[in-house]
């Protein structure tokens, strides 16, 4: 049996740019392959981590064409499609749709501290794109919370999936199961990745498979699996870097990893800048330890 196109391990990439801040598109296409090739089921393409906020619409729309054109079989794309309006998110949704994605990467509104009516309003409109919506709850960021009745309500009015899950509270996955069976739950933070794993996720929208997917990768699937005894050690190994996905710095750190680790990190646009010198120590020590280790 073919499992959905949003389970599995969907990496929310990095995205590439020229010395001048240009999007290098060439190199972004080469890390859809790479990711592909070590093992990974898909891309999120224009979330945080790909930067979105800081692209043109063109650069946006071109960057899930990218990433559709460079995806072989079989592999599938997840867009983010966050937006301030609604009937933008929805245009968003249907150029995925237009571009080839298989599903679309949703955050509540986060313009303002949006209630509960126009939480429910804000996904039905996005939902008319037609393609799969798995919903993103960040409350840290976005300081919108969609608890497990509010996911329980969009679920059983058929506007979503499932929930990429990155509040850190593992008891969440629990009461959601619970109150919403059949919503798949997908690990939203690395360092929670086991907890989460153990507790029914049946994907993860990950960060640090950016930068070693074959390890990443394998975690995962000891980790849904419920293979402690296997899963706990790489785990332990990993968790130094897997924790930074859940920072402030955490583009600025992966794409530092990824650069330790042979791969174009590089940059990142305004208004993010270089890290301090002292976290990037921190995080350069943390990357060649687990590289010491064998990991990749």
């Known amino acids: 049996m073919t499992a959905p196109v949003w389970h599995g391990v969907h990496v929310a990439t990095a995205l590439p740019f020229h010395d001048d801040l240009t999007v290098d598109y060439d190199a972004y296409a080469e890390h859809v392959r790479f990711l592909a090739d070590g093992g990974c089921d898909g891309v999120c393409p224009n ?23 460079a995806a072989p079989d ?28 298989s ?23 996005v939902a008319k ?14 300081k919108v919370d969609l608890t497990p009745s509010l996911l329980a309500e969009l679920h059983q009015e058929g506007l979503i999936v499932g929930v990429k899950e990155f509040t850190g509270d593992v008891r969440r996955a629990y009461e ?39 390890a990443t990768v394998e975690l995962y699937h000891l980790a849904v699996a ?3 005894a296997k ?13 930074w996905d859940s920072k402030t710095e955490f583009v600025q750190s ?23 010198p002292e976290i990037a120590e921190r995080i350069t020590r943390d990357t060649e330890a687990v590289l010491a280790k064998g990991y990749r």
């Open 226 to 228: 419920g293979d402690v």
């Open 129 to 142: 794109a037609g393609l799969p919506v798995v919903a993103y709850n960040n409350p840290i960021d976005t």
């Open 176 to 214: 959601i199961a619970e109150l919403a069976p059949g919503l798949d739950l997908l690990v939203g933070s690395d360092d929670v990745l086991l907890e989460l794993g153990i507790a029914g996720a049946v994907g993860w929208i990950a960060g640090y498979p950016n930068m070693i997917p074959r």
């Open 254 to 276: 992966i794409k530092l990893s990824m650069d330790l680790a042979g791969r174009k990190g590089g940059a990142c646009r305004p208004p993010r800048l270089a890290l301090a």
């Open 47 to 69: 979330g945080s981590l790909g930067e979105y906020q800081t692209l043109t619409g063109e650069e946006r729309a071109r960057v899930v064409r990218t990433a559709v054109e």
């Open 74 to 101: 079989g592999f599938h794309v997840m867009p983010g499609v966050a937006a301030y309006g609604s009937a933008e998110s929805r245009r968003w949704a249907e150029q995925a749709a237009e571009a080839g994605a």
């Open 231 to 243: 899963a706990l050690p790489v785990y332990r190994d990993l968790h130094p870097l897997l924790r």
């Open 103 to 125: 599903s679309v990467l949703l955050l509540p509104p986060n313009a303002y501290r949006a209630d509960r009516r126009a939480i429910v309003a804000h996904y039905r409109e």
